[in-house]
Structure formats: structure tokens, C-alpha cells
T-cell receptor, first 111, second 114 residues
Framework: QKEVEQDPGPLSVPEGAIVSLNCTYSNSAFQYFMWYRQYSRKGPELLMYTYSSGNKEDGRFTAQVDKSSKYISLFIRDSQPSDSATYLCAMSADGNNRLAFGKGNQVVVIP | GAVVSQHPSWVICKSGTSVKIECRSL??????MFWYRQFPKQSLMLMAT?????????EQGVEKDKFLINHASLTLSTLTVTSAHPEDSSFYIC??????????FGSGTRLTVV
């Protein structure tokens, strides 16, 4: 079993829809959870950072972590064509440790 | 915000030659730099972790003699792909830790070996 599982998609949604992405993981030691956005041929950029369980909201983005289920989610409200990118979940055990990445989810927002 | 500048953004080289990729932290000191490799439609695979002034730690299966990493200062880390072959063609990305708020990534280098 891989440490981090993320369905690679792709996912196409109409502009204005809610995008829902998720990852599951197997390592119960993971405490730090991140979502990155990666445009084609570019490095990932940090979107959301969450420590332990709970919800975090930043503008149109909401990240949720459920450690009991080993499940994390990212929601994008009022999606825009500029949100079209690949979204990667990442996590680590103690913040100084290496990141374990999901495969990435390609999202296409159709105008 | 903290920026990691990575160069070159793309490079084409002949089989058997070596290629050097640089990552510089522009407005912060990067004690630790991570080097990743990404194949099309795949996730980032950690190749090695480099710490300033010491030898890099390579992940299992990564040839340390082929992928030479140097982290001579707190603002510069380099990855040299030696005797490159077509199977080394990939997208290489560096990353530095940003305290308690995650990691910042370089813009990546697309290497094509012909």
C-alpha cells in the first residue's frame, strides 16, 4: 500500500462549481498536511497548510483533515478557469521530515 | 514571500554529458534542500536531501554517483546529473523548508537527454 493515495483524475467542472479533492494515507504518524497547486511545467506552490485534524479556510479554499479516517480534503468554491491545474496533497510526520506526495489530481475548470 | 530560484528552466543535452541544475534561496537561508524528480502525470519522487556543509542523504534506488548534490552555502544547492542518458530525462525540482509553514519549491528544470 502506498503511503499516500490520490486519485489522479482528471476532473472537469464548469466555472463556478465546487471542486472536491481528497487523499487517503496509511502512516498514522503524519501530522502536517499540505495542498499544492502545480501548473504545467512549473514547480508546486503551497496552497494550504494544516497541522493535525480540523478545518482551515483561506478565501475560496477549504482544507479538511480527519486523522481518525486518515483522510484529507480540499474544496475550491466558485471555481475559476485559472484554478485549472494539478493539485497535489503532501504530508509529513514532524515537519522536518521528508514530504510524502500524492500523485496529483488534474483539474480543468471549463468557462 | 520566500523564493527558491531554479535554473535552468529547461535543458537539452547529449547522451553522456553532464548537466548542472542550481537552486538558490533568494531571501532566506535554506539549511536543508530537497531534490525531487517528476515524470509526466506522476507525483514528485524525493531523490535526496541535502544539508548545508554535509553530504546529501539519498533515497533508496537513487545513484549517488550519478546525481551529485552539493550544498556549499545556505543559499545555494546544486544537482549535477553525470553521464546523462535518455532515461534521465525528467522534470527536476528543488524545495526548501520554510519553518512551520511548509515548503517552497523551485520552478523546476525540464531535462531532455538526446
Amino acid at each position: 500500500q502506498k503511503e499516500v493515495e490520490q486519485d489522479p483524475g482528471p476532473l472537469s467542472v464548469p466555472e463556478g462549481a465546487i471542486v472536491s479533492l481528497n487523499c487517503t494515507y496509511s502512516n498514522s504518524a503524519f501530522q502536517y498536511f499540505m495542498w499544492y497547486r502545480q501548473y504545467s511545467r512549473k514547480g508546486p506552490e503551497l496552497l494550504m497548510y494544516t497541522y493535525s485534524s480540523g478545518n482551515k479556510e483561506d478565501g475560496r479554499f477549504t482544507a479538511q483533515v480527519d486523522k481518525s479516517s486518515k483522510y484529507i480534503s480540499l474544496f475550491i468554491r466558485d471555481s475559476q478557469p485559472s484554478d485549472s491545474a494539478t493539485y497535489l496533497c503532501a504530508m509529513s510526520a514532524d515537519g522536518n521530515n521528508r514530504l510524502a506526495f500524492g500523485k496529483g489530481n488534474q483539474v480543468v475548470v471549463i468557462p | 514571500g520566500a523564493v527558491v530560484s531554479q535554473h535552468p528552466s529547461w535543458v537539452i543535452c547529449k547522451s553522456g554529458t553532464s548537466v548542472k541544475i542550481e537552486c538558490r534561496s533568494l531571501d532566506f537561508q535554506a539549511t536543508t534542500m530537497f531534490w525531487y524528480r517528476q515524470f509526466p502525470k506522476q507525483s514528485l519522487m524525493l531523490m535526496a536531501t541535502s544539508n548545508e556543509g554535509s553530504k546529501a542523504t539519498y533515497e533508496q534506488g537513487v545513484e549517488k554517483d550519478k546525481f551529485l548534490i552539493n550544498h556549499a552555502s545556505l543559499t545555494l544547492s546544486t544537482l549535477t546529473v553525470t553521464s546523462a542518458h535518455p532515461e534521465d530525462s525528467s522534470f527536476y525540482i528543488c524545495s526548501a523548508r520554510l519553518g512551520a509553514v511548509g515548503y517552497t519549491f523551485g520552478s523546476g528544470t525540464r531535462l531532455t537527454v538526446v
